[in-house]
């Protein structure tokens, strides 16, 4: 049961945690590069140090909001049900 109850709550949660993770990236990227727009892949003008910097700064930023809400998500599914959903 905790698992049917978890599936939704995961998939909505999955979705908060992909926007604000990407809110995060452009606060912390603006901080640390001084520039308001992060470098895409294709950017001509920007390095490869640079767009790869700005890569793992942004995967490192969206695996640590994802652990975080989805696991706030599991303890709030248990506090729910009783259950851990697995």
Do not use: C, H
Not at 46 to 62: S, Y
Not at 65 to 82: M, P, Y
């Amino acid at each position: 049961m905790g698992k049917l109850v978890y599936k939704p709550v995961g998939i909505l949660l999955g979705v908060a945690a992909g926007g604000i993770a990407g809110v995060v990236f452009k606060q912390v990227w603006k901080r640390v590069a001084g520039d308001s727009d992060a470098p895409n892949a294709t950017d001509e003008e920007r390095g490869w140090a640079e767009i790869l910097a700005a890569a793992a700064l942004q995967g490192a930023i969206f695996a640590l909001v994802k652990a975080a809400v989805d696991r706030g998500g599991a303890v709030g599914v248990k506090r729910l049900t009783g259950r851990w959903p697995t």
